[in-house]
């Protein structure tokens, strides 16, 4: 599946409500995946405030598991190729690779799988999704104007 705008996007985290994900730690209860979404880009917004891409992946590396249900191995792909042509190629790729045992890693990789693991386990106030809309419709602008480039 590709998402073809924002709206779509919006739709498939607000569908992450509700919808649990591995622990944060052993033994520790499931998470929702759309409050993991929103702590996972809140932490990297604090981390990392210029970096919308960054942030962005982590908001989206969570939706995955609504797109292939019960492939848990290719839930990284398939949020990827989901986002790729919205956000980019860096989201895309951040958003792969984010995984634990993804190899080799770059600073923001690192950065990322970070926030991801913290946010599965903290329990602060992320803000709401709505919140994220304008910058989700930046990138997505960038993005399109990149590709109408090449």
Same mark, same amino acid.
């Not at 992450?16 to 993991?36: I, K, M, N, S, Y």
């Not at 970096?51 to 939706?63: R, T, W």
């Given at each position: 599946?590709?998402?073809?705008?924002?709206?779509?996007?919006?739709?498939?985290?607000?569908?992450? $409500?509700? !919808?649990?994900?591995?622990?944060?730690?052993? +033994?520790?209860?499931? %998470?929702?995946?759309?409050?993991?979404?929103?702590?996972?880009?809140?932490?990297?917004?604090?981390?990392?405030?210029?970096?919308?891409?960054?942030?962005?992946?982590?908001?989206?590396? %969570?939706?995955?598991?609504?797109? &292939?249900? +019960?492939? &848990? !191995?290719?839930?990284?792909?398939?949020?990827?190729?989901?986002?790729?042509?919205? =956000?980019?190629?860096?989201?895309?790729?951040? %958003?792969?690779?984010?995984?634990?045992?993804?190899?080799?890693?770059?600073?923001?990789? =690192?950065?990322?799988?970070?926030?991801?693991?913290?946010?599965?386990?903290?329990?602060?106030?992320?803000? /709401?999704?709505?919140?994220? $809309? !304008?910058? =989700?419709?930046?990138?997505?602008? &960038?993005?399109?104007? =990149?590709?109408? /480039?090449?």
């Amino acid at each position: 599946m590709e998402l073809r705008g924002v709206e779509e996007l919006m739709d498939l985290l607000y569908a992450c $409500r509700g !919808t649990f994900g591995a622990p944060g730690f052993p +033994g520790g209860p499931p %998470v929702d995946l759309h409050q993991h979404a929103l702590r996972t880009a809140a932490l990297l917004r604090r981390s990392r405030p210029a970096d919308k891409e960054l942030q962005l992946a982590g908001l989206a590396h %969570v939706i995955g598991p609504l797109l &292939r249900p +019960g492939d &848990r !191995t290719a839930h990284p792909d398939c949020a990827a190729d989901a986002v790729r042509s919205l =956000l980019g190629e860096r989201v895309a790729g951040l %958003v792969r690779g984010h995984r634990p045992d993804g190899g080799l890693a770059d600073d923001d990789l =690192l950065r990322l799988r970070q926030a991801a693991e913290e946010g599965r386990c903290a329990g602060f106030d992320a803000g /709401v999704l709505e919140d994220w $809309r !304008t910058v =989700l419709e930046l990138v997505a602008a &960038r993005n399109s104007r =990149l590709g109408a /480039v090449d």
